[in-house]
């Protein structure tokens, strides 16, 4: 092995690639624009450059690390454009997603317009099967095959593809949870089925069912991102390894990335988190508080002791997951965030993002809504000629004209 290895993260504006090389004490990075519409794309531009800044070939790399950042999963999340999910569930459960904690948001307590987020899974969706497992994993009730078969057949004739089984108390005793993928496997053999039991073992129906949803609905997608990602490495550049990013912060091959997509969700921010307690470490820094900012996002986290705070509690996007993560707060305020006036007349920043297409007006590739960046270059905070160190001029003009065109 050559002693060099690849980072990249896919943002929703920028997708960063980093070469470290080990053996001869070099860190060197490259910045393209993302490719939204199939950001392998930009992936494989970036890791291009790389190999054409350090002047190596991929022979020389051990092995490549990719972090989701905020593209794949969490935007499927936002815009609720996931893959159509069904979910299988013990008899007379089949509404545990709407009845939740029967609790109101934190930050929605004193407002009535505000309300949990609506189920990722229809309940026309939602199927019940005959089937009990006691709280010690004793089967009180055995599994009414018949209903699964009958849950797999209309699934099949609906075109729904990815399936999310969650019953009572399968993280005791997954025998039934098995079975039902068996007869999955025989009755709709082309769907992917997510068991709770494998992708959030732990009690609490309601967390477990939520992050099993999760991971069903994105699982198409990494799925299909992965394999495309893949495939244009392997006619590149031959066989290649590539480890994914978790939103633990540690990184798992891509075979297994696929059978835990809820997994990658946020993983962009958590790489922002352990880069920062590397470069604390190097300050003789424990106890932080790291900032990340990007195109789309602005990500706060803690770190103690030299490491983040990990939680296996968290939500993402209003709904709970039982994954561990590294314990990160995001706001929408990045780079690309775009500024607009609210009806009392107040300035407001984000969530709305210019992403990477058409990007902030000073990109000048179509682009017209003020954002940060356009902001910051008219208060001359960035250099319109050195940006991404001279590679990608800037239009100070337009950015000025956007601020003019929208201006209270």
């Not at 309940?123 to 009414?144: F, H, Q």
């Not at 057949?153 to 999310?164: K, M, P």
Request: include cysteine.
């Amino acid at each position: 092995m050559g002693g060099m290895r690849v980072g990249i993260d896919v943002g929703g504006t920028f997708t960063d690639v980093v070469l470290i090389d080990v053996s001869g004490g070099r860190t060197l990075y490259a910045k393209v624009l993302t490719t939204p519409a199939n950001p392998a794309e930009g992936v494989m531009r970036g890791i291009a450059r790389i190999l054409e800044i350090a002047g190596v070939t991929m022979a020389h790399l051990d092995y490549v690390v990719h972090g989701h950042g905020t593209t794949i999963g969490t935007n499927a999340l936002i815009e609720r454009k996931g893959a159509p999910t069904g979910l299988v569930t013990t008899e007379g459960f089949r509404d545990v997603l709407e009845i939740a904690r029967i609790e109101r948001p934190d930050e929605g307590l004193y407002d009535f317009n505000v309300d949990t987020p609506a189920p990722l899974v229809p309940r026309s969706l939602r199927l019940g099967v005959r089937e009990r497992i006691g709280a010690k994993g004793e089967i009180v009730t055995p599994l009414v095959e018949e209903d699964a078969r009958r849950a797999a057949r209309l699934f099949r004739e609906n075109g729904i593809r990815t399936v999310a089984v969650s019953t009572l108390f399968s993280f005791k005793n997954p025998v039934h949870e098995r079975r039902i993928r068996e007869i999955f496997r025989e009755e709709h053999p082309e769907a992917l089925v997510s068991l709770s039991s494998e992708i959030a073992p732990e009690f609490r129906e309601f967390e477990r069912t939520s992050t099993t949803v999760i991971n069903a609905y994105l699982a198409p997608i990494v799925e299909r991102y992965l394999g495309t990602l893949q495939r244009l490495l392997a006619e590149t550049y031959g066989e290649v390894e590539i480890r994914i990013m978790q939103a633990s912060g540690g990184a798992v091959s891509a075979e297994m990335a696929r059978s835990r997509a809820v997994a990658t969700v946020n993983s962009g921010p958590a790489g922002g988190a352990v880069g920062s307690c590397f470069f604390g470490r190097l300050a003789g820094e424990e106890r932080l508080i790291t900032i990340d900012m990007g195109g789309t996002s602005f990500d706060i986290g803690l770190v103690d002791d030299g490491k983040p705070r990990i939680t296996s509690d968290g939500k993402f996007e209003g709904y709970p997951v039982r994954v561990q993560q590294v314990d990160v707060h995001a706001i929408g305020a990045g780079g690309g965030s775009i500024a607009w006036i609210d009806r009392g007349g107040a300035l407001c920043v984000g969530p709305r993002s210019a992403a990477a297409e058409p990007g902030p007006a000073c990109y000048g590739r179509g682009g017209e809504l003020p954002t940060v960046t356009d902001a910051n270059l008219v208060l001359g905070r960035i250099a319109p000629d050195y940006f991404l160190g001279g590679e990608m001029r800037l239009h100070p003009e337009l950015a000025a004209s956007s601020n003019r065109r929208h201006d209270a």
